[in-house]
Antibody
């Protein structure tokens, strides 16, 4: 059974940093591109970042470019999101999501999410 | 930037059919995916590549895509189908490469 379990969320002051983790099981992480998607309270889904299967290529939404860093450790079966220079507008539930098979551009499994609150 | 527009809400009686639209410029040329999200839960993929269903998703869920509108159809609606539904496409010209629709709240009367 595919499982994605996020951790690392919490309350942080504006300008602060946080690192999210996503532990993967039930599939071979190294075979799949992975993503982070966020959802502000009461709002819709917004894609944040992606990383290719071996970690050599990353892409970011403009809103987080230069502040967030996605990475992965396939040996540890874990995906990460380093978030620096956090702003109030980064407050959201952050989901890690697995790319569908055959390189599809959809997300076939999601974690339960971890809440990040940026506030003084 | 590519925009996907959904109606904010759709209401349907149990046993009837719900249709949720997703409008976008020439969306018929793209692959559309649909997610169901119940309160406090993570999204679940219910339709991918316009009309394919992942394993475990009931046949009551179906999708179509043509022209400027994609549609998610839920037949014989059940109380458990009450949720938010989001469409999604990939658009290389958008800042957010993976673009989500605005979301539709389906209420079962």
């Amino acid at each position: 059974e595919v499982q994605l379990v996020e951790s690392g969320g919490g309350l942080v002051q504006p300008g602060g940093s946080l690192r999210l983790s996503c532990a993967a099981s039930g599939f071979t992480l190294s075979n799949y591109w992975m993503h982070w998607v966020r959802q502000a309270p009461g709002k819709g889904l917004v894609w944040v970042s992606r990383i290719n299967s071996d970690g050599t290529s990353t892409t970011y939404a403009d809103s987080v470019k230069g502040r967030f860093t996605i990475s992965r450790d396939n040996a540890k079966k874990t995906l990460y999101l380093q978030m620096d220079s956090l702003r109030a507008e980064d407050t959201a539930v952050y989901y890690c999501a697995k790319t569908g098979p055959s390189g599809g551009d959809h997300f076939d499994y999601w974690g339960q999410g971890t809440l990040v609150t940026v506030s003084s | 930037s590519y925009v996907l527009t959904q109606p904010p809400s759709v209401s349907v009686a149990p046993g009837k059919t719900a249709r949720i639209t997703c409008g976008g410029n020439n969306i018929g040329r793209k692959s559309v995916h649909w997610y169901q999200q119940k309160p406090g839960q993570a999204p679940v993929l219910v339709i991918y590549n316009d009309s394919d269903r992942p394993s475990g998703i009931p046949e009551r869920f179906s999708g179509s895509n043509s022209g400027n509108t994609a549609t998610l159809t839920i037949s014989s609606v059940e109380a458990g189908d009450e949720a938010d539904y989001y469409c999604q496409v990939w658009d290389s010209s958008s800042d957010h490469l993976y673009v989500f629709g605005t979301g539709t709240k389906v209420t079962v009367l």
